[in-house]
């Protein structure tokens, strides 16, 4: 198998497209977060704030109805609609027309869950994002996989990989077998691991930037809600996936001098978000 790609900084500034200077928020796009459920509600807190921050113009999160004012305090830029249900997503219903979408993070695999994420997919046109417990559900119910837009983005940790391509002996044998899941369903993998790799299932992309201090608590929840923000401003799932890894990576390298490993937290992806967009403008 050809060694991977490196996603070098010249690579990210030749996909990176500018702020035009005449935007406003409305052409600056509107991403829909979906998920949350009872006690896990920081995972749409951590999400949605880092889809403003990585650009978007606009952001509105579906939740169950336990998060209503959790979200409207931690997050005043944040729009929210709630699900009927109290503690769970039950019947995924907007009235909106967003131009991406994330699922999944914090969502639980309750049965009314994994029911409304069904009757979602059946419907769903825009392009998507699916992480966490989407992912779960998707491994459990492997005929919705027919169900998702062409180029659609999983971003999955080792173990939720697992569950979708079955285990593997080497990490070759990893990478060739989630290459060829790519393929098949013609998605965007994103390999999220110490090493984090993309493929779309001819190409793999092996991420530069990154360390140690990333393994944290809801890492993963702001890179989906990044990697969302990013496909809601107009670029290709590959681009956006790209671009998310990179940036969340870039966070950690420029915040590790001050925080140290330990110290540094989800949170601080977010804080650092602007200081790795002027790493790559320069």
């Not at 996603?7 to 935007?23: A, D, M, R």
């Not at 403003?52 to 509105?60: P, Q, R, S």
């Not at 609609?81 to 993070?105: Q, R, V, W, Y």
Request: proline letters at 4%; hydrophobic letters at 40%.
């Amino acid at each position: 198998m050809p060694f991977p790609v490196k996603v070098s900084k010249e690579l990210i500034q030749s996909l990176y497209k500018p702020i035009n200077s005449n935007t406003h928020k409305g052409l600056q796009g509107h991403v829909l977060i979906i998920g949350g459920s009872y006690g896990k509600m920081g995972s749409m807190v951590l999400s949605s704030k880092a889809a403003l921050k990585a650009g978007c113009g606009l952001v509105t999160t579906f939740i169950p109805r336990c998060g209503y004012s959790i979200l409207q305090t931690a997050n005043p830029e944040v729009m929210v609609l709630t699900d009927e249900a109290e503690k769970h997503l039950s019947n995924i219903i907007f009235d909106l027309k967003p131009n991406a979408i994330g699922i999944g993070m914090g969502m639980g695999v309750d049965s009314n869950t994994a029911i409304a994420l069904h009757k979602f997919l059946k419907t769903n046109t825009f392009p998507l994002l699916i992480d966490a417990d989407a992912i779960n559900l998707l491994s459990e119910n492997r005929a919705w996989l027919s169900l998702l837009p062409a180029h659609s983005i999983l971003t999955p940790h080792p173990k939720e990989l697992e569950r979708l391509i079955g285990d593997w002996n080497s990490d070759e044998e990893k990478i060739s077998k989630a290459k060829a899941f790519a393929h098949r369903y013609d998605l965007i993998m994103v390999l999220k691991d110490a090493v984090t790799l993309i493929t779309d299932g001819s190409t793999v992309y092996q991420n530069t930037t990154g360390n140690a201090a990333l393994a944290t608590a809801g890492s993963g929840d702001v890179l989906s809600g990044i990697i969302t923000s990013l496909l809601a401003q107009s670029y290709t799932g590959l681009e956006a996936a790209l671009l998310g890894v990179y940036l969340h990576g870039l966070t950690a390298d420029i915040a590790l001098p001050e925080t140290g490993y330990q110290s540094f937290i989800a949170s601080d992806i977010i804080q650092y978000l602007g200081k790795a967009y002027l790493q790559i403008q320069y």
